[in-house]
């Protein structure tokens, strides 16, 4: 189970281009954090909903992106299918950023989420590429600028999602140590000693045998 934090985190820094970070606020602004450091529920909600409308924002941009047309002007043709997998992945994302929302502290659910965000933006980007080489820089602009307006709530989920595997991970330890401990007490505990077998009573033994009276003699005096 600890194993997956190191994961968690190399996966994140892994993707630090294309999630910028986020500035810290000045001294005396509020802090978006709770009492435990975690980022605030209704904090977090927004977020997780800003994440989510973005992704579902960017489909319909796709319509005017036609990379079939590219081709004879000596694009690859590899960009016809990065287009339909990018509809399918911002899909994905705008539905399991509403999945999401109805249990923000699901790390897994919260995890797949920034990895969806994560795979969609590198194809967007790369067909916006395409846009402006092959088809018209001005769509290319107004599609790099639309994507761009996602980057603050991006930004804000990848930081709520470090906070959450590190609390998930203290969570994980304190119960490990809790579990440790009480088998630690269990251990020193003397072994009970068994109770004494109690002995069978003695079986009841049979009246003696009255002795038999003698018969009379004749002519005994008595």
Known sequence: MYG???????????????????????????????????????????????????????????????????????????????????????????????????DADDLGKAFELFMRLDSSRGMYRSLVQGVRTYQNPALADLLESVELEGDAPRSHFRNYLIELATMKERELKIIDQEAQRCRGMLIRQPAARPAPKRKPPAAALPPPASSPVPPAVKGAKP
């Open 4 to 102: 997956m934090k190191p994961f968690l985190v190399v996966a994140l820094l892994a993707t630090t281009p294309l999630w910028p970070q986020q500035q810290a606020p000045p001294p005396d602004a509020p802090s978006a954090a709770g009492a435990d450091g975690l980022t605030t529920e209704w904090n977090i909600q927004k977020t997780i909903h800003a994440v989510g409308i973005q992704a579902s924002r960017l489909i319909p941009l796709l319509d005017d992106v036609r990379p079939a047309e590219w081709v004879d002007k000596g694009a690859p043709d590899a960009y016809v299918t990065q287009l339909r997998d990018l509809r399918a992945e911002l899909g994905y994302a705008a539905r399991t950023a509403q999945e999401l929302l109805q």
